[in-house]
């Protein structure tokens, strides 16, 4: 690619050392999948940021949807060659300076969007499954920052360096307490008698739009779903397990390593099968 | 000044986009006072960045010591003129890529050296006391990053973030139980009938340098230090209160603003004195 990353507008490859994302993680990410040069849940992935941008006392130009747009047509437009897929990411930071913690009002936000390939799993985890592992690390209890996907990530880093091996296409990280999270990169559904269960994220966790939608999805379509605090044993007796996310759509889970003498296994089930259809049908996966 | 940082040794002053201290607050930092060109404490700082650097499985080169050693020494000898006082900060990021949050041992770390101006406080905080507020913000409960100056730092920005008035020098901010952590920026002391009291910080904050100092000071000269969880209450008792870090130095604290019936008020007693020239006679503050 030519030009694959914009900052504030302009064809930028760095960002300053003040920048207070590098300083304190005083920022956002959004990550987002291009389908044809069509960014997918647009709309959903900007509201997301706003909301949270709020929450983190982040002030985004009242004209933010239109930066992001034209910063996507710009870096498009520069691109030698357009695969079918792409991953956009955004990043705004809460911008350059300010003595320590404190910053001024004055100090405004820095714009970073960045195109990059689509990732290739040669394995096909969305058609034949993927294998999880029960991570050590625990997401701490923090309702402040609960669903924000705040540029705070140490939690995710040291769960995903707990493997390794290509085995594992993702890990599955409990809270403090010991109750079900989510994955180190997706949100986890599982069923159980037709009913979806999702952990509630009003403590740790990302609020990922993929888990919005397949909610949305479970309305429409009559399916109980019901949010909650479980433990990891509730997954004992699932019919079906996934995680999903913005990139990977929903990957069906077929084993869950607990721990070296407890491994659970299952099938990829009609639920599953239904949703990534559903989302497929919507030209979202 | 005409250069003040320095990346991997050379002059630069912004760091990759992909960089995954600026991506996940994958990273450290030291902030260290510079007293007439000498690093104050610069052995314990580095054994801090070494230890946590363990901790969040960031990999130092072995002749850490001497290239930081060499960046602080090029980048006075490429200042025009140096203050009596200075502040250095060192920050170590895991380095640049990596797909999401794993990332390949091949990847080496990214070391930025920066030169700052002393703050000046035309209040003499040191000598007259400040005025504490307690923040609503909580700290996560978080025993494996408990103790390291990591770049996660939103919970540090949002305690920051509720006031405004320069009448308060400092928040002081509770973990998520309630008991006392610290403060936004510093530690937290007080003093009850000869005995000296600061929270335990197995579960969150930081493991300030001048902290380790007064405790190890203490143990010299015979003051009883007791370390563990307290409530707030436990102040309103307390003979004497201060903060410190490796910038203030110690900071009494003569009001606390609880909330808007009940503030705490005290002077500075003669164990915050002595540790105060206990440390300068140490040419550390």
Not at 113 to 120: A, D, E, R
Not at 179 to 195: R, Y
Not at 275 to 283: I, N
């Amino acid at each position: 690619m030519t030009c694959n990353v914009l900052i504030n507008g302009q064809s930028e490859q760095s960002v300053p050392v003040t920048d207070r994302g590098l300083a304190y993680g005083h920022g956002l990410f959004e990550t987002i999948t291009l389908n044809q040069n069509t960014a997918i849940a647009w709309i959903a992935h900007l509201t997301r940021l706003k909301t949270d941008a709020e929450r983190l006392l982040i002030p985004l130009p009242e004209n933010i949807d239109q930066l992001l747009e034209q910063d996507l047509a710009k870096l498009l437009s520069l691109q030698s060659v357009t695969p079918d897929r792409m991953v956009l990411k955004i990043t705004i930071t809460r911008g350059c300076g300010g003595r320590g913690y404190a910053v001024e009002d004055s100090v405004s936000i820095n714009r970073i969007v960045q195109l990059n390939p689509f990732p290739h799993f040669s394995d096909m985890p969305s058609e034949q499954g993927i294998s999880l592992r029960l991570c050590a690390t625990r997401l701490a209890i923090a309702p402040q920052l609960a669903g924000i996907k705040h540029l705070n990530r140490l939690e995710q880093v040291l769960a995903r360096s707990e493997w390794h091996s290509s085995d594992f296409r993702e890990g599955l990280v409990l809270d403090a307490e010991g109750f079900l999270a989510e994955g180190t990169m997706s949100n986890l559904f599982w069923c159980q008698n037709g009913v979806l269960y999702t952990p509630e994220l009003d403590r740790c966790g990302v609020n990922g739009i993929v888990r919005q939608r397949i909610i949305g999805i479970a309305e429409e379509h009559g399916i109980t779903l019901v949010s909650g605090r479980y433990t990891p044993e509730c997954l004992n007796t699932a019919d079906e397990i996934f995680v999903c996310n913005s990139v990977i759509g929903i990957w069906p889970v077929i084993n869950i390593v607990m721990n070296e003498n407890d491994t659970l296994s299952g099938s990829i089930g009609p639920v599953t099968l239904k949703l990534q259809s559903r989302l497929a049908a919507e030209g979202i996966y």
